[in-house]
C-alpha cells in the first residue's frame, strides 16, 4: 500500500530528554512537512523539506530539529529546547511542482511526563 | 501571509440537517483552496479542493464548496448530513513551496 508511516503513534518522554519521530513515505513525492496539531489551534508549520539535504523552518521552528537525506524519510527530532512539546505530530507529502495537495500519515502523540 | 479563518468552533446538528461551515482565507497569490477532514482515530483526509474553473467544487460524501472570490471565502455545505459526518474539518490555503495553512478547524458532531 502506498502511504505515510509515522512511528511511534504514542511516545511518552520525561522533560530534557530529546525524541526523534520518524516518517516514511513511498509514494515518490518530492516535498514533505511536520504539522503540530495542538486542540483548538488547528495545524501548524514546522518544517518542511522540498528535496532531499534541503529543508525550510515553518512556522513554530524553534525547539524542533530535521534531516532529509533519503527522498523517502523525513525524520523530526523535538529537543529539550522545546517549551512545550506535548502534542499531536503529522506528517505529509506532496507532488512536486507543489499543487498544494497534502497526504498525511496517522500521526504520532507526544506526551511529556 | 496568509490565513484562514474558520467561523465556527463547535457544531452540533442532528442527522439530516443541512450543514455550512464557513472558511475566510486572505492570500495574496493564487489561490488553491482545500477542506480536509479528520474522522475520530483516522487520518486526515481530503475532502475537496478547488483550484480554478467552477467556483462550485464538489468532493467526497455529498459534500461540497462554493468559491466567492469577492467574498475571499470557501464555505463547506451538505445538504443532509448523517451520524458518521461527526469529525473534525479544516479549510486550508495554499499552492507554495511551503505546503498549507490551516484554519484552526471545526468540531462537527451529528447527533443521532
Known amino acids: 500500500d502506498g502511504g505515510i508511516t509515522q512511528s511511534p503513534k504514542y511516545l511518552f518522554r520525561k522533560e530534557g530528554q530529546n525524541v526523534t519521530l520518524s516518517c516514511e513515505q513511498n509514494?515518490?513525492?518530492?516535498?514533505m512537512y511536520w504539522y503540530r496539531q495542538d486542540p483548538g489551534q488547528g495545524l501548524r508549520l514546522i518544517y518542511y523539506s522540498q528535496i532531499v539535504n534541503d529543508f525550510q523552518k515553518g512556522d513554530i521552528a524553534e525547539g524542533y530539529s530535521v534531516s532529509r537525506e533519503k527522498k523517502e524519510s523525513f525524520p523530526l527530532t523535538v529537543t529539550s529546547a522545546q517549551k512545550n512539546p506535548t502534542a499531536f505530530y503529522l506528517c505529509a507529502s506532496s507532488m512536486f511542482p507543489n499543487t498544494g495537495e497534502l497526504f498525511f500519515g496517522e500521526g504520532s502523540r507526544l506526551t511529556v511526563l | 501571509a496568509q490565513s484562514v479563518s474558520q467561523h465556527n468552533h463547535h457544531v452540533i446538528l442532528s442527522e439530516a440537517a443541512s450543514l455550512e461551515l464557513g472558511c475566510n482565507y486572505s492570500?495574496?497569490?493564487?489561490?488553491?483552496l482545500f477542506w480536509y477532514v479528520q474522522y475520530p482515530g483516522q487520518h486526515l483526509q481530503l475532502l475537496l479542493k478547488?483550484?480554478?474553473?467552477?467556483?462550485l467544487v464538489k468532493g467526497i460524501k455529498g459534500f461540497e464548496a462554493e468559491f466567492i472570490k469577492s467574498k475571499f471565502s470557501f464555505n463547506l455545505r451538505k445538504p443532509s448530513v448523517q451520524w458518521s459526518d461527526t469529525a473534525e474539518y479544516f479549510c486550508?490555503?495554499?499552492?507554495?513551496?511551503?505546503?498549507?495553512?490551516f484554519g484552526k478547524g471545526t468540531h462537527l458532531i451529528i447527533q443521532p
Open positions: 509514494l515518490n513525492h518530492d516535498a
Open positions: 492570500y495574496g497569490g493564487t489561490v488553491n
Open positions: 478547488y483550484f480554478s474553473g467552477d467556483p
Open positions: 486550508a490555503v495554499g499552492g507554495g513551496a511551503d505546503g498549507l495553512t
